[in-house]
């Protein structure tokens, strides 16, 4: 079953923080990757961060723009990934999606590569 199911979004003032949550299927969890993305109006969807699932060590990766802001994290007994979002810009605003099952050896950041996605939840950084 495939299954990814985003929550936590909402409206923050900048340099607030919100943590997002993806609950995965089982299945969908041992995909490998599950990454998040960001889409904001006018925009091309823009890979924030993705984690190893299955592995010991759960390497991460972050794009540039949020580096040193954002956290990714796992707990495989809920199957569920997380992103910790600090200091908030108002150019973080976008939607935010969770995807998985990534063509092997495409970019982690290539969103034409991945199969699976969830239904999105809006983030929104008011200056």
């Known amino acids: 079953q495939v299954q990814l199911v985003e929550s936590g979004g909402g409206s923050v003032q900048a340099g607030g923080s919100l943590r997002l949550s993806c609950a995965a299927s089982?299945?969908?969890?041992?995909?490998?990757?599950i990454t998040w993305f960001r889409q904001a109006p006018g925009k091309e969807r823009e890979g924030v961060a993705t984690?190893?699932?299955?592995?010991?060590?759960?390497?991460?990766y972050y794009a540039d723009s949020v580096k040193g802001r954002f956290s990714i994290s796992r707990d495989n007994a809920k199957n569920t990934v997380y992103l910790q979002m600090n200091s908030l810009k108002p150019e973080d605003t976008a939607m935010y999606y969770c995807a998985a099952d990534k063509k092997f050896g495409a970019r982690w950041d290539n969103a034409a590569t991945y199969n699976y996605w969830g239904q999105g939840t809006q983030v929104t950084v008011s200056s």
């Open positions: 089982v299945y969908t969890y041992s995909r490998n990757y």
């Open positions: 984690i190893i699932t299955v592995t010991t060590g759960g390497s991460t």
